[in-house]
């Protein structure tokens, strides 16, 4: 039994984009479920990284512009907490702010998109990609040097429609987010890890609250899954240790195989000539410590030069 009264009312904040929303009334159905006499509400919110949509992240300010007008609602006590897809929270978190719990994650990969090839490999010399990341374009440049790419930006629906206006001859979205939005028909390929590793806690959502709020801590824990907990965990431990953010090629995977942890990472130039790969294992107990001892690997290996060359550190 808790220590805390049940809640009473329980407020979200969310960014306004339809896959946001999505996830925010997803976090909202399960506490229902759980605290059946809560009200809960959700405060949609604008983010700068919303609203400029003509530089890349990495020339902006990085993925922390997606959080911080929530974490404002947080700390005036406009929200008690905020729901974030996991590959856009900063390995860092700022002073006073804790990620509370971290739910069942959904496929992980990312998705080939496009309405004339069937495959990466099917694109003939020249065609243009389009992307928002930083290591899917490493990735890709590597195995597929051929490919042109440019940036895209915007929420998953302008990607989209950019594509269909026939801008892009293909882009890459994350699988999970077509999936939440009953969108998965539009997916022609998943790309397998070997081909491009996710970003660190990709398809996985996570709440965030101040750190002083111990009853949410409670509140939340019914929807915590621990599988996906530990292998976020590992994930951003190693991404932490790098001084990872989106002006970094890094990739982390970690899944369960048979009761125990394994991770995959890597950190790459942006032309994709150089790409650093690293694999390791160890039960759940020990992620976070996986992460790091595996970031040490890819260090000695040399990240910290590609790191430095990018404006990363470590």
Not at 86 to 114: H, N
Request: charged share 25%; glycine share 10%.
């Amino acid at each position: 039994m808790s220590q805390f009264p049940a809640p009473q009312l329980i407020r979200i904040a969310t960014r306004e984009s339809r896959l946001a929303l999505w996830q925010a009334e997803h976090v909202k159905a399960r506490l229902e479920a759980v605290w059946p006499g809560c009200k809960v509400e959700l405060l949609g919110m604008t983010t700068r990284g919303d609203q400029i949509l003509d530089r890349s992240l990495s020339k902006v300010g990085g993925k922390g512009l997606f959080v911080k007008e929530l974490e404002e609602a947080l700390l005036d006590g406009r929200a008690d907490i905020a729901v974030h897809s996991m590959k856009d929270v900063p390995a860092q978190m700022p002073d006073g702010f804790a990620l509370i719990a971290t739910l069942a994650r959904e496929r992980p990969f990312d998705a080939f998109v496009s309405n004339r090839y069937d495959s990466l490999d099917d694109m003939p010399p020249g065609t243009l990609i389009g992307t928002s990341s930083l290591r899917r374009e490493a990735q890709l440049h590597a195995l597929y040097p051929f490919l042109g790419i440019e940036p895209l930006r915007g929420n998953l629906d302008t990607r989209l429609r950019k594509l269909d206006e026939g801008k892009y001859d293909a882009i890459i979205l994350a699988a999970a987010g077509l999936q939440r939005l009953g969108l998965a028909e539009r997916i022609r390929a998943v790309l397998p890890p070997e081909v491009c590793l996710p970003a660190a806690g990709q398809g996985a959502l996570g709440i965030e609250a101040r750190a002083d709020r111990p009853e949410l801590v409670a509140w939340l824990a019914p929807l915590v899954d621990a599988g996906s907990s530990a292998c976020v965990a590992a994930e951003r431990a190693l991404t932490a240790r790098l001084g990872g953010s989106c002006e970094v090629p890094i990739g982390a995977f970690c899944e369960e195989i048979e009761g125990a942890l394994r991770l995959r990472a890597m950190v790459a130039s942006t032309d994709g000539q150089q790409i650093l790969r690293v694999e390791g294992r160890a039960g759940h107990a020990a992620a976070q410590e996986l992460g790091a001892t595996l970031a040490d690997e890819l260090l000695a290996q040399g990240a910290d030069r590609i790191l430095a060359a990018l404006g990363g550190h470590a």
